[in-house]
């Protein structure tokens, strides 16, 4: 997936006021979270990466601002409910690194099925 399409994430995140209240957060374990993340993703989360690739494919821009939001949801809460990361850390570059590269690696996962179905 190209990096150009976790842009809108990051600026979700960056603008958020409960993300911008706290100052000083700790240095973040990208592998670490990202192997995470990836370990507590259910087929429920596939479904939103679904959506969003299909909404961006077929050039609809209200589903892909919708699957985006759902998309940034979805990884702010893994990251906060199952993976240890503070709050505070959510606005960190390393955070939305680790959100692009966790994207990216469910949307490799979720490309690979789809080609293995052909066979």
Known sequence: MNSARWVPFSLLLAG????????????????????????????????????MIVAALNDDSGALKASLVQLSSLMM???????????SMLATPQFQAAAELYGRQVGEKLMKKAFEKLN
């Open 77 to 87: 809460n893994l990251a906060l409910t199952k993976c240890e990361v503070g709050m």
């Open 16 to 51: 958020s006021p409960i993300v911008s209240a706290h100052a000083n957060p700790a240095r973040l374990d990208e592998a670490r979270l990202v192997q995470c993340m990836l370990e507590h993703t259910t087929s429920d989360d596939e479904v939103v990466f679904k959506d």
